[in-house]
């Protein structure tokens, strides 16, 4: 099993910016693909950003250039930065984690969330 644990959430004006990170713990040798997902008030959860082990990485479009997902070393944390954030931007924001290699839609293992909100 694998266990993920968010942090950096919080209230931000907009413009302004958060670093989140995802500490996975477990059997990590299990994980290929790390992401982060988000669910905003009254909508469906949607993928943000993806990472693979080798570091190939993908983005919503309309995250794309505002956001950075970024992968340690040890492969066993998962960052997201998030610039110019807009009131939109307002959800909660889940790492997610897969066995398989680019599985965007197929994560395996989530975390519990961290709630970001962006004031106007």
């Known amino acids: 099993q694998v266990q993920l644990v968010e942090s950096g959430g919080g209230l931000v004006q907009a413009g302004g910016f958060l670093r989140l990170s995802c500490a996975a713990s477990g059997s990590i040798s299990n994980i290929q693909t790390m992401g982060w997902y988000r669910q905003a008030p009254g909508k469906q959860r949607e993928l943000v950003a993806g990472?693979?082990?080798?570091?190939?990485?993908m983005y919503a479009v309309s995250m794309k250039g505002r956001f950075t997902i970024s992968r340690d070393n040890a492969q066993s944390t998962v960052y997201l930065q998030m610039n110019s954030l807009k009131p939109e931007d307002t959800a909660i924001y889940y790492c997610?984690?897969?066995?398989?290699?680019?599985?965007?839609?197929?994560?395996?293992?989530w975390g519990k969330g961290t709630s970001v909100t962006v004031s106007s």
């Open positions: 990472i693979t082990r080798a570091g190939d990485t």
């Open positions: 997610a984690a897969a066995k398989y290699d680019s599985a965007w839609y197929a994560m395996d293992y």
